[in-house]
């Protein structure tokens, strides 16, 4: 895989085993798919399936056109918040196929009118024979280009363009935007059709003060990021993938009223069933399955504990039912 990795707020260079920059401009002809992939759903699937059918019929090299940090974010000044972290997004671009993927500097790029974008960096940076985007596209300085507009630009040059048309579920389009209403509403089961597997992040893991262990369910505790989607308060039925196994649990999101001190921001603390191992300072994967119920604050630790117990029992139920 070659990667042109952006430093950006969430992952460095050092994260990343094999990092390799992709060269502009490209001697060789390319097939491109570009668009944001924030949460890479189903229909973010098509266009990854798209460009590798193309690219094996016309045996030229397939790259996503991608970006690091997600240009709505950047535009709206951090009032749209991220699906899927950097580490993720190529985990699951390279799952669904892309075997080249290349991270642009959103910034860099976002003056260029949309005539600059198409001719200096697709046709003469990325030598495009074909362009693959979504019907939903947007490029160029204020967003100015869609689908249609950059057709059109490339068309103009002999290079063709295919835009994909949008994925229903339930009569609807489905987009990155459907999905970060249902995750902030607690609905990740509805989320999980949308993407095609359960919504999760993962975090590092942070030393906390070790009260969940204090009650007889020691927990790994996980800060979301100020620029990523925070799931709706409350506890959830989980899967956690952790030294390589993966583990059900449950997890609470939220502040902790019952335990916090003020100005504790949200977490996820979360309960592995049967795990009795130290997760400190490594990553972890957690998958929202289901939401059991909302965050409460108890009147003890003692009530705390009871629901705990309570909550493992509807954990278990659920994951029973599958």
């Given at each position: 895989?070659d990667?042109?990795l952006?430093?950006?707020?969430?992952?460095q260079?050092s994260?990343?085993?094999?990092?390799?920059?992709?060269n502009?401009?490209?001697?060789?002809k390319?097939?491109?798919s570009?668009g944001?992939?924030?949460?890479v759903?189903i229909?973010?699937r098509?266009?990854?399936?798209?460009l590798a059918?193309?690219?094996?019929?016309?045996h030229?090299e397939?790259?996503?056109?991608t970006?690091a940090e997600n240009?709505k974010?950047i535009?709206?000044?951090g009032?749209?918040?991220?699906?899927?972290?950097?580490e993720?997004?190529?985990?699951?671009?390279?799952e669904y196929?892309?075997?080249n993927?290349?991270?642009?500097?959103?910034?860099?790029l976002?003056?260029?009118?949309?005539?600059e974008f198409?001719?200096?960096?697709?046709i003469k940076?990325f030598n495009?024979d074909t362009?693959?985007?979504g019907?939903d596209?947007?490029?160029?300085?204020?967003?100015s280009g869609d689908?249609?507009?950059?057709?059109?630009?490339l068309?103009?040059?002999?290079?063709?363009?295919i835009i994909v048309?949008a994925?229903y579920?339930e009569?609807?389009p489905?987009?990155?935007t459907?999905?970060?209403?249902l995750i902030?509403?607690?609905?990740?089961e509805?989320?999980?059709?949308l993407l095609?597997?359960p919504y999760?992040?993962?975090?590092?893991?942070?030393?906390?003060?070790?009260?969940?262990r204090?009650?007889g369910f020691p927990t790994?505790n996980?800060?979301?990021?100020e620029y990523?989607?925070i799931?709706a308060y409350g506890v959830y039925?989980v899967?956690?993938e952790?030294e390589?196994?993966?583990?059900?649990?449950?997890?609470n999101?939220?502040t902790?009223?019952?335990?916090?001190?003020?100005?504790?921001?949200p977490?996820?603390?979360?309960?592995l069933f049967?795990?009795?191992?130290?997760?400190?300072n490594h990553?972890?994967?957690v998958k929202?399955?289901?939401r059991?119920?909302?965050?409460k604050?108890?009147s003890?630790?003692e009530e705390?504990?009871?629901?705990?117990?309570?909550d493992i029992?509807a954990?278990d139920?659920y994951?029973?039912?599958?």
């Amino acid at each position: 895989m070659d990667i042109c990795l952006r430093e950006n707020k969430e992952v460095q260079k050092s994260d990343m085993n094999i990092i390799t920059d992709i060269n502009l401009p490209i001697l060789n002809k390319t097939i491109v798919s570009i668009g944001n992939f924030d949460g890479v759903h189903i229909g973010h699937r098509l266009l990854i399936k798209t460009l590798a059918e193309l690219s094996e019929k016309k045996h030229l090299e397939g790259i996503v056109f991608t970006f690091a940090e997600n240009p709505k974010n950047i535009l709206t000044g951090g009032v749209v918040k991220y699906l899927t972290g950097t580490e993720d997004k190529l985990r699951f671009l390279t799952e669904y196929g892309a075997k080249n993927i290349y991270f642009a500097d959103f910034e860099e790029l976002c003056g260029l009118s949309p005539q600059e974008f198409a001719e200096n960096i697709l046709i003469k940076g990325f030598n495009a024979d074909t362009v693959v985007c979504g019907f939903d596209f947007r490029f160029g300085k204020g967003r100015s280009g869609d689908a249609e507009n950059l057709k059109a630009l490339l068309g103009g040059h002999g290079v063709d363009c295919i835009i994909v048309p949008a994925v229903y579920s339930e009569g609807q389009p489905v987009g990155s935007t459907e999905i970060r209403r249902l995750i902030g509403e607690g609905d990740v089961e509805k989320a999980e059709l949308l993407l095609g597997r359960p919504y999760g992040f993962t975090l590092p893991v942070l030393v906390g003060r070790q009260i969940g262990r204090g009650l007889g369910f020691p927990t790994i505790n996980q800060r979301f990021p100020e620029y990523r989607v925070i799931p709706a308060y409350g506890v959830y039925a989980v899967l956690c993938e952790a030294e390589g196994e993966e583990y059900r649990g449950i997890a609470n999101i939220g502040t902790r009223p019952t335990v916090s001190k003020e100005g504790d921001g949200p977490l996820c603390e979360t309960h592995l069933f049967g795990f009795n191992g130290n997760l400190y300072n490594h990553t972890v994967r957690v998958k929202l399955k289901k939401r059991l119920r909302q965050e409460k604050k108890f009147s003890s630790l003692e009530e705390l504990k009871s629901q705990i117990n309570k909550d493992i029992v509807a954990a278990d139920a659920y994951f029973a039912g599958q």
